[in-house]
């Protein structure tokens, strides 16, 4: 089952900051929040991860709250090219490996 | 890199036939997984190896469905014999084992139409 929530879909206006929140309330400690998006057509694609501190790379920012029951994915220049379905992931430890556990993600569209 | 190849993009067949999907990962990862996509379920994780070893196939569907990976560089996911339903977007994403990022790159999909 999944472990995170997130809105169905979201609208957001080229050029402003899009901010994607995410419910994870039960997480666990050694739990990672990963974020993926993909595109129409296209396989998942690798956004930034994080455990408890806030993480920024070329991409995006992922701001996790001190609890960890929530994170928000911030791009923070939204381009039409960033109409995608994002999903936000909790990475669970299984014996030899890691397993993403995949909800149903938000649907970013992106306006002119 | 060319990323994880995966063949074919687009698969049409008839109820009842064999169908072989195919996967190259990305030289040097040690981790393959084969996803399954629909509308009704999203993505849903069907089997992983680890340095060519399945490791978790529960997610597997049914008997009719097998995956192999017979070196590190192939991997199969076979059908037989298909069914309409197994229609969907059939994914391979491939990782480093373990690691501190273990993020998983993925294909661009087989589309798979079972009439």
Redesign the interface.
């Known amino acids: 089952d999944a472990k995170t929530t997130q809105p169905t879909s979201m609208d957001c206006a080229e050029g402003r900051a899009a901010n994607l929140p995410c419910n994870h309330s039960t997480i666990s400690g050694n739990e990672y929040v990963y974020w993926y998006r993909q595109i129409h057509s ?5 956004i930034i ?1 994080g455990l408890k501190n806030n993480e920024t790379n070329e991409m995006a920012s992922l701001i996790i709250t001190e609890d960890r029951k929530s994170s928000t994915l911030i791009l923070p220049h939204a381009t039409l090219r960033d109409t995608a379905v994002y ?1 936000c992931i909790v ?1 669970v430890a ?7 556990i ?4 938000t649907k970013l569209i992106i306006k002119p | 890199d060319a990323g ?1 190849i995966q063949s074919p993009r687009h698969e049409v067949t008839e109820m009842g036939q064999e169908v072989t999907l195919r996967c190259k990962p990305i030289s040097g990862h040690n ?1 393959l997984f084969w996803y399954r996509q629909t509308m009704m379920r ?4 069907l089997i ?1 190896f ?1 340095n060519n070893v399945p ?2 196939d529960s997610g597997m569907p049914e008997d009719r469905f097998s995956a192999k990976m017979p070196n590190a560089s192939f991997s199969t996911l076979k059908i037989q014999p298909s069914e309409p339903r197994d229609s969907a977007v059939y ?1 391979c ?1 491939s990782s480093p ?2 690691g501190a ?9 087989t589309r798979l139409s079972v009439l």
């Open positions: 296209q396989g998942p694609q690798y991860h999903y990475r299984l014996d030899s490996n890691y397993q993403l995949w909800g149903a993600g | 994880v981790s999203g993505l849903e994780l992983y680890n490791i978790d994914f994403a084992l373990m990022k273990n993020i998983q790159y993925f294909g661009a999909g």
